[in-house]
């Protein structure tokens, strides 16, 4: 079974500060590992995938298969990135059902 | 635009009435799937549909049901709805299973009373 797990619920970091969130998974395969986002009262939007490689609005996502994660990165955290971030996965030997973690809430003090 | 269109997107009813949200989606994607988000639960996957006429249960399916006639609809249907089914529901797309990405819809309030 495929699972997803974010431990930190909520996140709250100063203007200018690094933010990380943590994500970690358990999958029997290759998985897509994804960063989706909502900002308040908004419809989730992909923020990143890990097989594209690519900075979104200053964020990074690395997966390490060794340690099952896929933490997402930020060096210089801004306001604009208060939003509720949710990590998920999919992958062929579930049919590509896409399973998302409790998502985190991220704050951004000014 | 592509978009995902899902209706109505506030709802109140009374347990008991069957009701339909409706979900469509201009992108001619194959796969379609409705979330139920829920504070501190996160999205749960209440059915997805690879393909028309193909569906299958997700994590959360109890209570509700689904149909794909056509590519671009897939609507959600509760056909006794109870208090526990209030939630915030979403639908989403996609072209690949999800490869590039799901295209979400605005999201459906439910509450039952």
């Known amino acids: 079974a495929q699972r997803v797990t974010q431990p930190e619920k909520l996140l709250s970091v100063f203007k200018g500060a690094p933010v990380e969130l943590k994500c970690n998974y358990s999958y029997s395969g290759s998985p897509e590992l994804f960063w989706y986002v909502q900002y308040s009262r908004q419809r989730l939007q992909l923020l990143l995938r890990?097989?594209s490689r690519e900075s979104i609005k200053g964020f990074t996502a690395d997966l390490n298969k060794g340690e099952t994660s896929f933490h997402l990165k930020k060096p210089f955290a801004q306001e604009e990135d208060s939003a509720m971030y949710y990590c998920a996965l999919s992958g062929l030997s579930n049919d590509y059902k896409l399973s998302f973690g409790a998502g985190t809430t991220v704050t951004v003090r000014a | 635009e592509a978009q995902v269109t899902q209706n109505p997107r506030y709802l109140i009813t009374v347990t008991g009435k069957k009701l339909t949200v409706t979900c469509s989606q201009n992108m001619n994607h194959e796969y379609m799937s409705w979330y139920r988000q829920d504070p501190g639960l996160g999205l749960r996957q209440i059915y997805y549909?690879?393909?028309?006429?193909?569906?299958d249960k997700g994590d959360v399916p109890e209570g509700y049901k689904v149909s794909r006639k056509e590519k671009r609809n897939f609507p959600l249907i509760l056909e006794s709805p109870s208090p526990n089914q209030t939630s915030l529901y979403f639908c989403a797309s996609s072209d690949t299973g999800g490869v590039n990405g799901y295209t979400f819809g605005s999201g459906t309030r439910l509450t039952v009373v």
């Open positions: 890990h097989i």
């Open positions: 549909s690879m393909n028309v006429e193909v569906t």
